[in-house]
């Protein structure tokens, strides 16, 4: 079963309108981190936020907000007033204390689409 | 975060060839990671190198396809051997931010094989 799941293959929408990207995790570990990334075509992979599985605070950074939810084992990632430089994938990943933290379980992703 | 660059940053061979990246990093670090990303799929561990000792890999990868070298703390590479045109991917390597449990990744380097 996989880990980490991403529903949302791709999603497009106009600029200015706020988008959420979904994650939905599994694991067996009471100690966990929960990942975004986003990956601009250019292929980098850019670190946004690392939550622990013990803060279920949601963080707000700019226009970038995050939803962890562990009774819904959801990590969900809104961006507000989106612009064209949103446009890439977004990567959800979970890492686990039982692998110390170095096995990162990746989503398959979500490619969103800012139109002008 | 460390700054990782890696070269080639994108290259095109011939089946049957080999192919080696490096990865370097600006501090020193314990663990680095090689990842792989087929195209339009997600991130694949191969696996995971420490300073000192043979590398770890993944089930489905073998080191006699993807030997790894880890010479010192802030450098590693990868070599893809004997390749096909299935190993066409983006090969990533990551370097834990080490206290922080957090990996920061290099740009990639592009494969395309013939």
């Known amino acids: 079963a996989q880990k980490v799941t991403q529903a949302q293959t791709e999603i497009s929408v106009v600029e200015k309108e706020d988008v959420t990207l979904d994650c939905v995790y599994e694991?067996?570990?009471?100690?966990?981190?929960l990942f975004w990334y986003k990956q601009p075509p250019s292929g980098e992979l850019v670190f946004l936020i690392r939550?622990?599985?013990?803060?279920?605070q949601n963080e707000i950074s700019g226009r970038y907000s995050w939803n962890f939810q562990k009774s819904t084992s959801s990590f969900n990632f809104t961006i507000t007033a989106s612009q064209v430089v949103d446009s890439a994938v977004y990567f959800c990943?979970?890492?686990?204390?039982?692998?110390?933290?170095?096995?990162?379980?990746f989503g398959s992703g979500t490619k969103l689409n800012v139109k002008p | 975060s460390a700054v990782i660059s890696q070269k080639p940053s994108r290259d095109i061979c011939q089946r049957g060839t080999s192919l080696t990246i490096q990865c370097q990093v600006d501090s020193q670090v314990t663990m680095m990671f090689w990842y792989r990303q087929q195209p339009g799929q997600s991130l694949t561990l191969i696996a995971t190198?420490?300073?000192?000792?043979?590398?770890?890999?993944e089930s489905g990868f073998v080191i006699d396809k993807f030997p790894i070298s880890r010479p010192n703390l802030t450098f590693s590479t990868l070599t893809v051997s004997n390749m096909s045109p299935e190993d066409s991917s983006i090969y990533l390597c990551s370097v834990d931010g080490t206290g922080l449990q957090t990996q920061y990744f290099g740009p990639g380097t592009r494969l395309l094989v013939l």
């Open positions: 190198a420490n300073q000192g000792s043979e590398a770890t890999y």
């Open positions: 939550r622990n599985s013990f803060d279920e």
């Open positions: 990943a979970l890492s686990e204390a039982m692998n110390n933290f170095n096995k990162f379980y």
């Open positions: 694991t067996r570990d009471t100690t966990y981190y």
